[in-house]
């Protein structure tokens, strides 16, 4: 069973990070710093995920490099850019 998580799903879990993030680490400069410090580096591995339902194969194979795509929304294809 796989499970096709949506880019607004997605954007959800982000949010939810950056919250906690600023809960944990404190609003002061210093805890903004950090909360995008974690963030960033979670971002640039995010980018490398293909949602299940536009995969050509399932499961995809950790060594493979997901093929460029456009997802369903924008969203989905702003998460797919390594920029």
Same mark, same amino acid.
């Given at each position: ?10 954007? &959800? ?14 609003? &002061? ?44 929304? &924008? ?9």
């Amino acid at each position: 069973r796989h499970w096709d998580i949506s880019a607004n799903e997605r954007m &959800d879990l982000l949010r939810s990070y950056c919250k906690y993030g600023l809960e944990h680490w404190g609003s &002061d400069s210093r805890g903004v710093e950090t909360t995008r410090r974690f963030l960033l580096e979670w971002l640039s591995f995010l980018c490398r995920y293909v949602p299940v339902g536009l995969l050509e194969r399932v499961p995809q194979k950790m060594h493979l490099k997901p093929p460029p795509y456009v997802g369903r929304n &924008d969203l989905e294809t702003l998460f797919a850019s390594n920029n």
